[in-house]
Every structure is written in C-alpha cells, then in structure tokens.
C-alpha cells in the first residue's frame, strides 16, 4: 500500500471510529471512597472491546501488505503481457492482475514466507468474520423480513433439503457434498433459504399460543435439533465460501438497523473482512503460479532423456582355446568317464590345463565345487551304477 493510500486509509478510519467515543452507557460508580453510587458515562461495552481488537487486525492487515514490497522473486504482468492461454485461464478474473513468476518457481525461503503470510491474513480474516457475525446477530430483525417468510420450514428450504436436514442419519459434510454449489448464486440461495427456516424455527418455538399462524404439530426437541442443523450448515458454508455476498437477512438488518454503534461495528469489521479476503486471494494466485511453474519445469525434466552412461569394458586377453573351459558338457564328462583310448596321459593333460587355469584366474574368481563320484550319482536319481539301469 502506497504512503498516500496509507494515510488516507487510516484518516477515514478515524473519521468513522470518531463517534463511538459518544457512544456511552450508565454504569454506577462509588466516588471519593464513600458508599453512595452514582451513574457515569462509559463507553458502551460492545464497543469497548470489538473496536481495540479490530484496530489490532487492521494493523496486522496492513503490515502484511507492508511486508510485501521488498520482495522480487515475482511481480504482476500487465494486460499486454498477458498470454493468450493465461486470458483464458482466468477470464472470470479478468479484472484481477496475473502474476509472475521465475521459470523454475519461488525459491525455497520465499515460498515458506508466503505461506506464513497466508496463515496470518487467514487468522485476520477468521476474527474479522467472527466479529462481524457476532454484530449481525446483536441486531434487530426487521418486520418487513418477518412479514415475507413462508409458513413453514419444509416451503423455505423446499422438499429434498427439507427431508435431508430431518434425517435421522444426518451429517453436515455430507449434506453440502451432495447439494450444488457450483455458483456464487446456488450459495446464496442456499444460504437464503437455510436462514429463513431457523428464523421460522425460532418463532415457532417462541410462539406460546399453537393456534396462532407461527404453531406447528412437530416437537420442540425435533425443531431445537433441526435448528441446530441448519446453524451448523450456516456456520460451515460461511467458513468454506467467506467471499460470498451477504444474504437477504443481513442486507435486511443493515439496511433497518438504528443503532449507530452496531452500524459502526459492522462495517468496520466488514471493512477488513473484505479486504483480509482480497489480499488472501491475491497470495493464493502467487502460489499456485509457483505450483504450475515448478509442474511446468518437472515435465520439461521428464521429457529430457538422460544422459547414457558409458560403460568401458576392461579387456581381458583370450586364454588360448585348449585352457578355456567348455561350454557345454556330455554326461561322459559330467560323470567323469574317461574315453577308453585317454588312459592315464590324457588325466595328466587335463590336470596340467587345470593347474594352469588355476593360475591364471583372477584373484576374485570363484571355483566352481568339484562333484565327487558318489554325489553326481545321487543328484542324477540315487542311481548306483550305469549298468542298473538296464
């Protein structure tokens, strides 16, 4: 926020919160030690404590966006910057600045900061909406809303959500799971409906005499509980959707209220309610740039192939054929039966060549085990001799 803003920001913040010091109420106070009370003025309760808080928040608000402007790492692309894919992409924003980001994404250090000032902009945000739903539910409900309600609960929330929030097996997230939400409009709706039929249970359970408009045959407990339901559902859909318009019953109560410091209140709070949601949005779009940036940059890394490894054979020099050992063996020589013209000298060959390949071998070859007579015979069957056989 530019100095100017800044300033002025914070003058007509002054300006509004300016009545609230004459906004007072009597309270009786004991003075100079004696034991008569006398009434003086104090600043309304309400007022006393929401308004240090809401100063706090504002100041809080403002010093995150403070902590903004030493940052580089991205900035906002001007309208002829803007890609065609990215006009697209965001065409129900089109209003809204498109931010940018390096190739390769945020580094580490910025990302966690952003994160950080997301978790305080959304702590801004979640007490300025409490404070604000509390104002609205201190107000009075104007006649003229009373006077359009229907009937009864089943003609405001209609058949399907009527039976779902009456069901015995009721469950708050799986009622909004199954109801459509995929406009700001159906939301509202929703919400315009959900807070008609609380108001209608409330008169209902209010109203003593069961012969006037506002009595019902259904239980106080079974209307106690639907309320409760409907409440939960309410406070889920506020917490969900926080940038929704308000609904036809806080746009009622706004528009007749005639307290000046609930007035005050409440639009204060709305005030940086509305802005916490901005400036939250806003870190949300720097974030999920990054998030497609760094995609962005993983794909382009997969579509590269990698590098081969050269692998260089160490050559070894060829043993002459007669020192090689066989590939492939007869039973003859599995068996270890000599041909009957080797005799004696072809043994003794055979062990020179197993001498010398001893000798030659590495140092981690591995000897293959030498079978004795007994154990060929054994893994070939348990065979005793060739002549059993036949």
């Not at 980001?101 to 305080?120: A, M």
């Not at 009456?166 to 909004?176: K, M």
């Not at 870190?283 to 490894?309: C, Y």
Request: some cysteine; proline content about 5%; overall charge neutral.
């Amino acid at each position: 926020m530019a100095p100017e803003t800044k300033a002025r920001w914070r003058k007509e913040i002054d300006w509004l919160l300016s009545v609230t010091d004459h906004i007072v109420e009597f309270v009786p106070s004991k003075q100079n030690g004696s034991n008569m009370e006398i009434m003086v003025t104090r600043q309304r309760t309400d007022i006393h404590l929401n308004i240090p808080a809401l100063r706090k928040l504002d100041a809080m608000l403002l010093g995150c966006l403070d902590n903004f402007k030493d940052q580089n790492e991205f900035y906002y692309a001007s309208k002829d910057e803007k890609s065609e894919k990215e006009s697209e992409a965001r065409k129900d924003k089109w209003w809204i600045p498109t931010p940018k980001v390096p190739p390769n994404g945020l580094s580490e250090f910025t990302r966690n900061w952003l994160q950080f000032q997301k978790d305080s902009v959304n702590q801004v945000l979640k007490a300025a909406m409490a404070i604000n739903a509390q104002v609205l539910s201190e107000m009075a409900i104007p006649e003229n809303y009373v006077e359009a309600l229907p009937k009864n609960g089943r003609e405001s929330l209609g058949d399907s959500l009527y039976k779902s929030i009456t069901d015995e097996s009721f469950e708050p997230n799986a009622f909004i799971s199954n109801v459509d939400l995929s406009s700001e409009h159906k939301i509202l709706d929703l919400k315009n409906r959900i807070e008609a039929s609380v108001e209608i249970w409330q008169r209902k359970m209010n109203a003593k005499d069961t012969k006037t408009s506002w009595g019902s045959a259904v239980s106080m407990e079974k209307r106690e509980l639907f309320e409760e339901r409907a409440k939960t559902i309410l406070l889920i859909l506020k917490h969900r959707f926080p940038g929704i318009p308000q609904s036809d019953l806080d746009i009622s109560k706004i528009q007749y209220n005639k307290d000046v410091g609930l007035a005050i209140l409440e639009s204060y709070s709305r005030i940086i309610e509305s802005l916490a949601s901005t400036v939250l949005s806003r870190i949300e779009d720097v974030i999920q740039a990054d998030a497609l940036a760094r995609k962005s940059q993983g794909a382009e890394l997969k579509t590269v192939p990698p590098p081969r490894l050269k692998i260089e054979k160490t050559l070894i020099p060829k043993e002459d054929n007669s020192a090689q050992t066989p590939t492939s063996m007869t039973l003859s020589d599995f068996m270890g039966w000599e041909a009957e013209n080797g005799g004696a000298a072809s043994k003794k060959d055979k062990q020179d060549e197993v001498n010398v390949k001893s000798l030659s071998k590495p140092a981690n070859a591995v000897t293959e085990k030498k079978w004795t007579y007994i154990e060929r015979l054994e893994i070939l069957g348990g065979i005793r001799s060739p002549t059993a056989r036949h």
